[in-house]
């Protein structure tokens, strides 16, 4: 039923804002990547051998324990120690089978972790504490651009992540499309995905990197080839101009304020590189590395307190009056 | 050895029974009083330390569980924020691994082994003394940093960088690392005095395959600390160094790696999980002879399997880093070591089982603890083979499912034949029994308890929860398990509350002992409950693998020792024959004055690298008081 339901929701969720649709797909068991898959079908299949194992194991103890019972102890003699011997080396000898048939599966299914095929899109994905950096990488220079916690890809093609830790070590995992690699400071690493079907994917850091790691977030957006275009197109543009006096006086506020020393907005004199580039933030479906839904409410309370929402985090608070925070979260919010 | 030339020597022979005990009893008494209990070095009183110490962390590791299951019962909880919780679990996983797991262990051994080999003290007592004494600072270092909120709050691996300079900043990641030093050197001395005391004081005849299977599972033990600690020592020096003075082993931005640290940190860290494990399966095969009525099947079987694993748990550690970007075919080389780990666990089970099918067991708690390891400890083992495969573990590794495995491994696989053999030991320890129907109670509780904790984590797992997260969004399908989960942790708790509330009260009010209340085959059953402070009148001759049961009108002794000072036999390393009269060394208050000014010194260098220079002083003093020749029989011999 759920699944069902999950399907359903599939192809509403391309449209719908995140929110409103039940499930956000994190599950190595609910998979609709190409490794993911592979890896579903492995882990399942070495899950009921143990299972079976198990059972074996306790049926064999229930036995042991229930057939003398109440009998008087006798002294060991040697027949009895000689089968038992043939049944131990026996069962042992299973043992060294069952794992070596699982040695070599795992061997074989290794190179499921590399998705095979051409690629052309390359991405790189920063870990930073406590967000995801993303710059994507065309074949040309100017086809380059950053964007942040939100992946899109598109669907049924290779796409490979070049995964680099600037601070900690973090761990890069969605696993409704793949198994998880590190992103370790000072070594770069490459995972490759593809989507099978188009859904939005949640994935979460999931390697211990200090106060905010459990609000570590990002979706993987796999959509068809044509509207994933529409949306490398609209990212390549700077930012929208401000349409109306508010958002004009909110791109003022946040080129006046300290905003601007860590946040980047592509045509504005805001350049900063420590936070999230935000020149289409307001396209976004989360913000805050997927904590809250974007509106404009959401990023007035981010904004007006980001150490309550998210202690520890680098954001700091800085003071603005009511009609600074309406302005600013109105301006962003507009920079679709 | 030359005889003392100046007093007349009194030994065993020369003097009747009564005597011969009264004198035994003075010259290896340890006079009551602060002074007295302060200077031991009784093996049996440092024994008895260790495992209540251990006990005391382990229920304060306990409560911590209790504090972070509250918290994850519902999604964005706020009742511990992520600096408060962060600092909890890495005290959880620090204080079960390094001041409950591994010295409760070796503190089971410091009182069992000598009387399971049949000597008279551990060799190197007042080592001994020192280690007990550098453990319980090592432990309230770190309780107190805790709380005053400065405790740990990097993981219980502390990987680097987030422990470095950089970004662990504060002293909480220095807390961590000096705690670990206090406890490697509490654990490598524990681990000197068991390889010599079993391989030189074991009682004549005791031949290497007449040695009980918990005794050579710590020998083994002993030997995995000896050659893993190295690379801790390594790594937490180096880890200090780059926090205090600056050096750079762990900084990629000034040619450091952050992987070595991984390296160093699980080539000690992986077969830590065996020097807990391999105690506890020792415990098993020697405890469950009285309770299936016959000899462990396989001895032979049971010995090179705990050997076995121990060597192949050098071979393991790149497991824990598979999803690191190491090179694949490397991996894969791991993966088989990994798995081949199943061989040896697969034989002790086997051969557990075949013990229990031929026996006519006895269903009193200690039997039902090793029912309940033999089932959790399965699926331990089996997740173990499961995480062992690199595609498996990339979707698994660090998430809920490894916490479910590590837990199933360490509770079902060690904690319950410790809980198992505290019921079974217990008697010998104290004199008196624990009550059976609280025992019984006490399990189940623990067992349903501990299933219905730790099993629905492996689903949350792959389910995508990752591990060491403080909280989880409400709108992710993780909330009803968790819920779950932390009302099932009311029951495991409860279990353990009763177990404590029987071990309070037995101690008290318990029925009193017999010398051999299980009818148990080795040598600490030959003494009585609880053993004098020489542990034998007369060190015992052994015949077989089960003296007791084998000589079942009193076995034999050897004599010929002192009385009027403390003697010992040394014996051959494998033929156990005997080769010497030794001295074993007196109380002395001086192992705690050494441990003092060592603990002076190692705090003292979290704050500032002078501390190694000027703190060395009162150091060397110590020792030198120790070691200083005072005229004692055991300098003159």
């Not at chain 1, 504005?268 to 933030?281: C, E, K, M, N, S």
């Not at chain 1, 307190?305 to 600013?328: C, F, H, S, W, Y």
């Not at chain 2, 009148?537 to 007791?548: D, E, R, T, Y």
Request: aromatic residues 12%.
């Amino acid at each position: 039923m759920i699944r069902a339901a999950r399907k359903a929701c599939s192809s509403a969720m391309l449209a719908a804002p995140l929110a409103g649709c039940g499930g956000n797909w994190q599950s190595a068991l609910d998979v609709y990547g190409t490794s993911a898959i592979s890896l579903k079908h492995l882990i399942i299949l070495i899950v009921a051998v143990c299972s079976l194992v198990w059972m074996l194991v306790l049926i064999a103890l229930i036995a042991a324990l229930w057939r003398s019972r109440d009998a008087r102890p006798v002294s060991p003699e040697p027949g009895r120690e000689r089968r038992m011997t043939i049944a131990v080396t026996g069962a042992v000898v299973a043992t060294v089978l069952i794992i070596g048939t699982f040695t070599v599966m795992s061997f074989v299914a290794t190179r499921a972790l590399t998705v095979a095929g051409q690629d052309d899109l390359t991405i790189r994905v920063r870990g930073l504490q406590w967000w995801w950096g993303l710059e994507y990488i065309g074949p040309d220079p100017s086809s380059r651009f950053e964007t942040a916690n939100e992946i899109h890809i598109p669907v049924g093609r290779k796409v490979r992540l070049k995964l680099e830790g600037l601070d900690v070590i973090h761990s890069f995992w969605v696993p409704s499309l793949a198994g998880k690699q590190d992103l370790v400071p000072g070594r770069p690493n490459e995972l490759t995905i593809r989507a099978e079907h188009a859904g939005i994917y949640r994935g979460q850091c999931a390697e211990f990197c200090g106060m905010q790691h459990a609000h570590m977030s990002l979706l993987v957006i796999a959509e068809p080839q044509d509207d994933f275009d529409k949306w490398t197109a609209t990212q390549r543009q700077t930012a929208a101009q401000p349409a109306d006096e508010q958002t004009a006086a909110g791109l003022q506020t946040f080129l006046a304020k300290p905003c601007a020393a860590c946040h980047t907005i592509r045509g504005t004199a805001a350049v900063g590189t420590t936070g999230p580039d935000l020149t289409h933030v307001g396209n976004r479906r989360t913000i805050a590395a997927g904590l809250f839904e974007t509106t404009r409410g959401s990023l007035a309370a981010w904004i007006a307190d980001p150490q309550t929402i998210k202690p520890g985090n680098n954001m700091p608070m800085v003071p603005l009056t009511p009609d600074e925070l309406r302005a600013v979260s109105a301006y962003l919010a507009s920079l679709k | 050895m030359k005889p003392s030339a100046a007093a007349p020597e009194q030994r065993d022979i020369d003097v009747e029974r009564a005597q011969l005990t009264d004198a035994l009893a003075e010259t290896w008494k340890t006079p009551s009083g602060l002074w007295g209990a302060l200077a031991t070095v009784d093996h049996k009183i440092i024994g008895r330390r260790y495992i209540f110490t251990a006990f005391v962390f382990l229920a304060l590791g306990g409560v911590l569980a209790a504090l972070m299951r509250i918290q994850l019962a519902q999604p964005e909880a706020r009742l511990l924020g992520p600096d408060r919780y962060n600092q909890i679990f890495t005290m959880h996983g620090a204080n079960m691994m390094f001041l409950f797991a591994v010295p409760v262990m070796e503190a089971v051994a410091v009182y069992l082994a000598p009387l399971m080999v049949g000597t008279r003290n551990i060799a190197f007592p007042r080592l001994n003394a020192f280690s007990y004494w550098i453990y319980l600072a090592g432990g309230a270092l770190l309780w107190i940093a805790f709380a005053l909120d400065m405790g740990p709050d990097v993981g219980w691996f502390a990987y680097v960088p987030l422990s470095g300079p950089q970004y662990g900043t504060g002293k909480r990641a220095d807390i961590w690392a000096q705690m670990i030093t206090f406890t490697e050197i509490s654990a490598l001395a524990v681990a000197v005095e068991l390889v010599v005391t079993i391989f030189k004081q074991r009682a004549p005849g005791m031949t290497l395959d007449r040695i009980p299977v918990f005794v050579w599972a710590m020998l083994v033990t002993s030997f995995l600390v000896i050659m893993a600690m190295p690379a801790i020592v390594l790594a937490s020096t180096s880890l200090i160094l780059d926090r205090l003075v600056g050096t750079h082993f762990y900084n990629p931005a000034e040619g450091g790696d952050v992987l070595l640290w991984q390296h160093l940190f699980w080539f000690f860290g992986h077969p830590e999980v065996y020097i807990i494990f391999l105690p506890a399966v020792g415990m098993v095969s020697t405890m469950i002879e009285p309770f299936a009525r016959r000899p462990a099947f396989g001895y032979l079987g049971l010995v090179m399997a705990l050997i076995a694993t121990g060597i192949l748990a050098f071979g393991l550690w790149v497991h824990h880093m598979f999803v690191a970007g190491l090179p694949r075919l490397g991996d894969s080389f791991f993966t088989a070591s990994s798995m081949a780990i199943a061989i040896p666990a697969g034989i002790q089970i086997f051969c557990w089982l075949a013990t229990l099918w031929d026996g006519r067991p006895v269903f009193k708690s200690p039997l039902l603890f090793i029912i309940g390891f033999i089932i959790t400890f399965v699926i331990g083992g089996l997740t173990g083979v499961m995480v062992a495969s690199v595609p498996f573990d990339t979707q698994v590794h660090d998430t809920y499912f490894v916490v479910a495995h590590f837990h199933y491994v360490l509770i079902g696989g060690a904690v319950f034949p410790l809980l198992g053999a505290v019921h079974y030991w217990f008697p010998k320890l104290t004199g008196r029994m624990m009550s059976e129907a609280l025992g019984q109670w006490s399990f189940w509780l623990i067992f349903v308890g501990f299933n219905a904790t730790f099993f629905p984590m492996h689903i949350l797992g792959l389910e995508g929860m990752p591990r060491r997260i403080y909280t989880y969004q409400p709108d992710l399908p993780w909330h009803g398990l968790n819920l779950f989960v932390s009302v099932s942790a009311v029951i495991l708790t409860a279990g353990f509350l009763l177990f404590f509330i029987n071990v309070m009260r037995s101690a008290r009010f318990g029925e009193i002992a017999l010398d051999n209340p299980w009818d148990a085959p080795t040598l600490e059953w030959a003494t009585t409950s609880p053993p004098p402070s020489y542990n034998f009148a007369m060190i015992p001759v052994v015949g077989s693998l089960h003296p007791v049961w084998d000589d079942r009108d009193g076995l034999p002794v050897a004599d010929g020792l002192r009385t009027d000072r403390r003697e010992l036999i040394v014996t051959t390393l494998a033929t156990a024959e005997p080769q010497a009269r030794e001295a074993s060394p007196q109380n002395s208050i001086w192992p705690l004055w050494a441990a003092i000014a060592t603990t002076i010194m190692l705090i003292w260098s979290i704050f500032s690298p002078w501390a190694v220079v000027w703190g060395s002083i009162p150091a060397a003093v110590a020792l030198i008081g120790w070691f200083w020749p005072k005229g004692t029989p055991e300098d003159e011999s």
